[in-house]
């Protein structure tokens, strides 16, 4: 299986079916079945402290796995995530932005399965790990 | 073990200890080991079609528990979430709030862990479940 | 929508297509969407001190949305777990069967969701919850 | 920080402290913060068609995280699993042992965060991932 867009194209794609989000995110690399992803972090995504909030980095995992399935399938706004888990294992460094190497482990008809390892940028330890499966619609 | 803070003085610690979510979260009910709040839905938690978004949700799901941990233990902004599971599974309601029923399974001394359904206002079916680990500080 | 199998039709059912765990679990109670199970627990299933193990824990969480899911759609081996979240929170008690509290959260076209606690007999509060998706095969 | 035990001392304290389950797993290799192991699938693990049962890849999963962090922080039987999160993702294959390529995310005072990738022995794509945090007994 090939990769069907690229980073710009996926750009272009979330920017006009999401616009909330617009300058939040940025692709780093793309890959067949992997992607890594940027959370530009701004003053909305922190909590006391300067640490980056939870929904930020729930949303930085969530939207790793959509984009990485869509680069497979080509553009499909309906793919919805269907569950996720999460461990959060360590408080992210003020100041930074955050990394996402996301990687797709199963990508089946109804069903695809991302993990997601989240970083501050430049730190060795993961801040947290994330599981997402999506359903993909009817082709 | 009984409640140790009111609605009321939650939602005072909630507003100081984390501003940048004043507004968003409302106490609807509270009780042993048992929270109902409410997510204000706002143009930021939207996504297209007037859907919240899923950062919005596990926002909701994740203050709930931590309220809940809170009124049984007394103020202590450092509990933190380790863990989290998440299963979508209706599109919310357009234009209307959502309302969760969080309950606790479990207040130890180091972890707590709750669990929430969450429901566009009115509806009898729920949007989403979650679950949450806290770690509880020493005391 | 109606419970399409009764207690003894799925015992029948699962003892058949599953004789691996012939005698591990019976169904104490059976309803729209929910069920109440038990795991007979022998040596087999217990660790040292006399508790009954996490894969136990596991099988009986699986085996009870199965089961309600069953019940709902009818007779359906090719129905199978796509993902669980599990909280282990007590030590089950030693010497006693555990017993399941299952409901379905949502039974949709292709996928079914399930929640899950799970108490020593006699025991208030529960030594784990999960929950799980199962994927329901085309009919 | 160094591997405490080597992988003959963890077999050693597994079939002292853990008798129920000798015999089933074996460790292929060790290094600092993972491991790789296997389930010697045998006629007790098998569902219809050959197989391996659910509980039995939990269980895999499960010492794959426990056996990472005892060969870190020396024998500790106390060690228990708090959470899990496991998404299944193919059938594994009839009649072939299980592998388990497990990592440690992290390992705290108090918690420790494991990662698995589950394959039948000499596929590519993995039958399971795995996500399970331990609360490490106070030293």
Same mark, same amino acid.
């Given at each position: /299986?090939? !990769? ?6 996926? /750009?272009?794609? *979330?920017?006009?079916?999401? @616009?909330?989000?617009? =300058?939040? $995110?940025?692709?780093?690399? *793309? ?9 530009? #972090? ?6 006391? =402290?300067?640490? #980056?909030? =939870?929904?930020?980095? $729930?949303?930085?995992?969530? !939207?790793?796995?959509? *984009?990485?399935? +869509?680069? /497979?399938?080509? @553009? ?11 461990? $959060? ?6 100041? !930074?932005? *955050? #990394? ?9 008809? !109804? +069903? ?6 989240? $970083?501050?940028? =430049?730190?060795?330890? @993961? ?13």
């Amino acid at each position: /299986m090939t !990769v069907r867009m690229t980073a710009e194209e996926l /750009m272009v794609f *979330l920017d006009r079916e999401f @616009p909330q989000v617009r =300058g939040e $995110f940025a692709i780093e690399e *793309l890959g067949e079945n992997r992607i890594r992803t940027r959370l530009l #972090v701004a003053e909305r995504h922190l909590r006391p =402290g300067g640490t #980056v909030s =939870g929904p930020s980095i $729930f949303a930085l995992a969530d !939207v790793s796995v959509y *984009l990485a399935v +869509l680069a /497979m399938i080509g @553009p499909e706004a309906l793919a919805v995530t269907t569950s996720c888990s999460l461990d $959060f294992m360590r408080k992210p460094v003020a100041g !930074v932005d *955050l #990394v996402a190497e996301c990687r797709l482990l199963k990508l089946g008809r !109804v +069903l695809a399965v991302g993990e997601v390892l989240i $970083f501050s940028e =430049g730190a060795q330890a @993961p801040v947290a790990r994330a599981s997402l499966t999506y359903s993909i619609p009817p082709r």
